[in-house]
């Protein structure tokens, strides 16, 4: 099994800052991609950002110029710095990442608990 611990949301007021950060732990075979999702009441999960081993990201265009996701691969560990936030970025946070427990067996999602981000006006 995987787990992944996320920490460091919050209450902030619009333009201001957060740092998220998802340390996975278990037994881990391969890890890749990392990321966060986010879902606001009433809405659908979505993407925020992810990065790969290789340090390749991907970001949801809501959120480009904005935030800037990081990784360390040798603490399985991914941050997300999260710049001039908006009220609209209110939403529970999730870290995600594809991982695997051995070289035979399947690659699965895994799933934190989700942080709050609370962005006030």
């Known amino acids: 099994q995987v787990q992944l611990v996320e920490s460091g949301g919050g209450l902030v007021q619009a333009g201001g800052s957060l740092r998220l950060s998802c340390a996975a732990s278990?037994?881990?075979?391969?890890?890749?991609?990392m990321g966060w999702y986010r879902q606001a009441p009433g809405q659908q999960r979505e993407l925020v950002a992810d990065?790969?081993?290789?340090?390749?990201?991907n970001y949801a265009d809501s959120v480009k110029g904005r935030f800037t996701i990081s990784r360390d691969n040798a603490k399985n560990t991914v941050y997300l710095q999260m710049n001039s936030l908006k009220p609209e970025d209110t939403a529970v946070y999730y870290c995600?990442?594809?991982?695997?427990?051995?070289?035979?067996?399947?690659?699965?999602?895994?799933w934190g608990q989700g942080t709050q981000v609370t962005v006030s006006s």
């Open positions: 278990g037994s881990i075979f391969s890890i890749n991609p």
């Open positions: 990065i790969t081993s290789g340090g390749s990201t």
């Open positions: 995600a990442a594809d991982a695997s427990t051995g070289i035979l067996r399947p690659r699965m999602k895994y």
